[in-house]
């Protein structure tokens, strides 16, 4: 069974970090691709950060490039994200999502909608 669930969500002041992270199982990274998106209240789902479990490749999306870096880690199955330097509009509900047979990681990023599996989300939170 597949599953997908978030971690290292919270409150943290502007200019701050938090990791978070995704524990996949049922199904082994180097098959897939994987992506982290955000949902703020009263937008779209939006893709943040994606990659390839395959070959490493790597997609951010304009509004956290240079700030966020995601990574996968074999060893725990995991899918991390980085995020440094957070500012309020980062304030949103993360997900981490996986699928297959896309041809590159940008594809799952500009469409969250092809995402196969998907975990319950971690809210982040970013408030003086």
């Known amino acids: 069974q597949v599953q997908l669930v978030e971690s290292g969500g919270g409150l943290v002041q502007p200019g701050g970090s938090l990791r978070l992270s995704c524990a996949a199982s049922g199904f082994t990274l180097r098959n897939y691709a994987i992506g982290w998106f955000r949902q703020a209240p009263g937008k779209e789902r939006e893709g943040v950060s994606c990659?390839?479990?395959?070959?490493?490749?790597?997609f951010n999306s304009d509004s956290v490039k240079g700030r966020f870096t995601i990574s996968t880690d074999t060893a725990r199955n995991t899918i991390d994200l980085q995020m440094n330097n957070l500012k309020p509009e980062d304030t949103a509900v993360y997900y981490c999502?996986?699928?297959?047979?896309?041809?590159?990681?940008?594809?799952?990023?500009?469409?969250?909608?092809?995402?196969?599996?998907w975990g319950r989300g971690t809210q982040v939170a970013v408030s003086s």
């Open positions: 990659i390839s479990g395959r070959d490493g490749a790597t």
């Open positions: 999502a996986a699928t297959e047979g896309v041809r590159t990681v940008q594809a799952l990023c500009d469409m969250p909608s092809i995402g196969k599996y």
